[in-house]
């Protein structure tokens, strides 16, 4: 997974609180292995009417290739699953911009290179504005200063330091991790004797 | 003098490694549980060529996939793919497997308690979000996505940063009928969806002391509900009383050392919180929901909010959900028609659960269909040696084996578009039984005296003339 630190991309609007991960991916898709692509699947029976077709009034259904999408409060609430990221990653969103996410959503995000921005409630009021008013117009989004502009909306957001990092290099943890594998293995040792009832009796 | 800490931070300083200039610490995992689901992580660390680090501390249950009937493998094909996906990565890497008909089987959280695999002061993670349910023996426990199961798998430890300290306190005693899941659906319809995003909780009060192990469990459970990753509460007599005698617990000299470091494992008097509320436990009554997110609830004798009741961030939401459920605000919740009843799950498929429903159930019939499946096969032995499953069977109900089941219909136990679900699970979202399925979320008593009027009804009602 490559890093990044600065976007331009096409918004997409998603008027909706709550958007659980059990709408971003329905279960019943959750068994496809990663390779397939998640795309098709992202937000499937809510972008759907009730014959199974797309709905012409979905924001995502739309020709044009979004990169940023804007939704509301508690974004990616609920289940854990990574799949929810999967779908937004293979259907091409780089951020998502909300009040607020999910923890073990936001979790997911940022190890797949994929931003939540959390913006303040009346900032993120005022950035929709902005989008509607000129829907084509592409957000800025830089990691570097941690700053989002769209017109003449702009605005400095705040990510923690490790998230921040681990975008705009695109570290892989399990990599990272080795270099404290010492630490790991004297922790381990000393643990066996001085919390002998955590180990398993066999 | 030492700085007072909270509950949260000796859990977090007995697991920490060490501690990243940005913030974030490397943990110690003592227990990782994997299941069906941890198919993405599996396929990372193979991709690798890695192979799971402490295969002893990592154990593996059939739990989302499996069909609770235990004939319908035949439904759908990735349902028995997933389940050898799990077969085969434990055969590879050497870890224990609960199989589908193993005596320990069950859903992962409700087997992790049951087998002693789940300790005060240890840390375990599961890919899993209601891994918060293990925090109610004073665990340091939390559910994680996929890249972090792969990185738990490989290293046996985990980045995280530490979240903010939250506690909500409950005093009092609680009303007859009324339970943990009642506590659990008040905060959450207080404070919000996202109401202790960004904390770990903690539980505490003469209300939480005076709870069982099992309700215990239901309330950590619910905490992701409201946005908490973690939920915990200290460890006391009742918690070392039920971890005795546990399959993998610790026995004798090492299980006394044991009780000795826990009984130290809670939040110091004067500890800081960087949040804290209090409630009293006889404002909380049976309480259902009504909508498409846990926030949207009520005590089962107050009408639908009227949309004018809630602040412009939330009144949008509520109409959205109200014509998805079918309901119209300002109408009383008691007497709306319930098509299907489902007792289970992780949040409240223990025995007391079960106990509790029977009690409703006994001597009456279901006027609805509806499906009880426990949530591990010790429950159901458990339950069938009391009799349970004939009072279950004699009032028209299915009994299933053990399994995540109609919580989250991965294995094919759905609710058919537009039906109404009383149900005693964890998320009442927009198609998460079923595309179209309705569901109200309640205590599983509450969800039997559905079972048997066919509406939405105070248990209470039906339990007055019965001695309890």
């Given at each position: 997974m490559g890093g990044w630190y600065h976007i331009a991309g096409i918004t997409a609007y998603l008027p909706k609180a709550n958007v659980?991960?059990?709408?971003?991916?329905?279960?019943?898709?959750?068994?496809?292995?990663?390779?397939?692509?998640?795309?098709?699947?992202?937000?499937?029976?809510?972008?759907?009417?009730?014959?199974?077709?797309?709905?012409?009034?979905?924001?995502?259904?739309?020709?044009?290739?979004?990169?940023?999408?804007?939704?509301?409060?508690?974004?990616?609430?609920?289940?854990?699953?990574e799949a929810a990221v999967y779908a937004l990653v293979d259907a091409g969103f780089q951020a998502v911009i909300a009040p607020s996410f999910g923890d073990i959503f936001s979790s997911n995000a940022v190890n797949n290179g994929l931003l939540p921005l959390r913006l303040r409630e009346e900032d993120h009021a005022a950035f929709v504005d902005c989008h509607q008013a000129q829907p084509d117009m592409p957000a800025e989004i830089d990691l570097k200063t941690c700053r989002l502009s769209l017109g003449s909306f702009e605005r400095e957001f705040t990510l923690d330091e490790t998230s921040r990092l681990k975008l705009i290099n695109g570290w892989d943890d399990i990599d990272m991790t080795e270099q404290y594998l010492s630490s790991i293995e004297s922790y381990r040792e000393q643990t066996c004797h001085s919390t002998p009832w955590a180990w398993l009796q066999g | 003098m030492t700085q007072p800490l909270t509950l949260l931070d000796k859990l977090w300083d007995a697991h920490e490694i060490l501690r990243r200039d940005d913030g974030a610490s490397l943990l110690w995992v003592d227990r990782h549980l994997v299941h069906e689901g941890s198919h993405h992580a599996f396929a990372k660390i193979g991709q690798k060529q890695i192979r799971v680090k402490e295969p002893n501390l990592t154990f593996g249950v059939l739990d989302h996939y499996v069909p609770t009937n235990r004939v319908g493998i035949q439904i759908d094909p990735s349902i028995p793919r997933m389940m050898q996906t799990l077969r085969d990565n434990a055969a590879m890497h050497g870890f224990k497997l609960f199989d589908m008909t193993h005596q320990n089987q069950g859903i992962v959280h409700v087997i992790g308690p049951e087998l002693g695999l789940t300790l005060p002061g240890l840390l375990v993670n599961c890919g899993d979000s209601h891994t918060s349910t293990h925090g109610a023996f004073g665990t340091l426990a939390f559910g994680i996505g996929a890249t972090e199961v792969a990185h738990v798998l490989a290293t046996q430890t985990i980045w995280q940063r530490k979240p903010r300290a939250m506690r909500i306190k409950v005093e009092g005693t609680l009303g007859p009928s009324v339970t943990a899941k009642?506590?659990?659906?008040?905060?959450?319809?207080?404070?919000?969806?996202?109401?202790?995003?960004?904390?770990?909780?903690?539980?505490?009060?003469?209300?939480?002391?005076?709870?069982?192990?099992?309700?215990?469990?239901t309330l950590c459970n619910l905490s992701i509900e409201g946005g908490a990753r973690f939920g915990m509460i200290a460890p006391d007599q009742v918690t070392f009383d039920y971890v005795k005698n546990r399959r993998y617990a610790p026995k004798g000299q090492k299980l006394e050392e044991a009780i000795e470091t826990w009984s130290d494992l809670k939040s110091d008097a004067d500890a800081y919180f960087d949040r804290e509320i209090t409630l009293r436990a006889e404002h909380i009554a049976p309480t259902v929901t009504w909508g498409t997110s846990p926030e949207q609830a009520a005590p089962v004798t107050a009408t639908i909010p009227a949309l004018e009741s809630f602040d412009a961030s939330k009144a949008e939401a509520a109409k959205a959900a109200l014509e998805y459920m079918g309901l119209e605000a300002g109408k009383p919740l008691i007497g709306t028609p319930v098509d299907q009843i489902f007792i289970g799950s992780c949040t409240n498929g223990r025995i007391e659960d079960l106990r509790a429903a029977a009690e409703v159930l006994q001597g009456r019939r279901a006027?609805?269909?509806?499906?009880?499946?426990?949530?591990?096969?010790?429950?159901?032995?458990?339950?069938?040696?009391?009799?349970?499953?004939?009072?279950?069977?004699?009032?028209?109900?299915?009994?299933?084996?053990?399994?995540?089941?109609?919580?989250?219909?991965?294995?094919?136990?759905l609710v058919a578009a537009g039906k109404r679900c009383a149900s005693s699970t964890n998320r009442n979202f927009r198609g998460r039984q079923g595309i179209g399925a309705r569901t109200h979320l309640m205590s599983p008593a509450m969800v039997a005296a559905a079972a048997v009027t066919g509406i939405i009804c105070d248990v209470r009602a039906l339990l007055s003339g019965k001695a309890n």
């Open positions: 659980d991960t059990d709408q971003l991916i329905p279960a019943r898709f959750m068994s496809v292995p990663r390779s397939e692509g998640y795309a098709d699947y992202l937000l499937h029976d809510l972008r759907r009417d009730a014959d199974g077709q797309l709905d012409p009034s979905f924001p995502l259904n739309t020709d044009k290739t979004p990169s940023v999408l804007i939704a509301k409060r508690n974004f990616g609430s609920g289940s854990s699953r | 009642d506590i659990a659906l008040n905060w959450i319809s207080l404070l919000g969806a996202d109401g202790a995003r960004g904390h770990a909780l903690e539980y505490a009060g003469s209300t939480i002391e005076a709870l069982s192990m099992e309700g215990r469990m006027v609805i269909p509806g499906l009880i499946s426990p949530g591990s096969l010790k429950i159901k032995a458990m339950a069938e040696a009391e009799g349970l499953d004939e009072v279950f069977k004699g009032a028209g109900l299915e009994w299933a084996g053990a399994g995540c089941s109609m919580c989250v219909g991965m294995n094919g136990d």
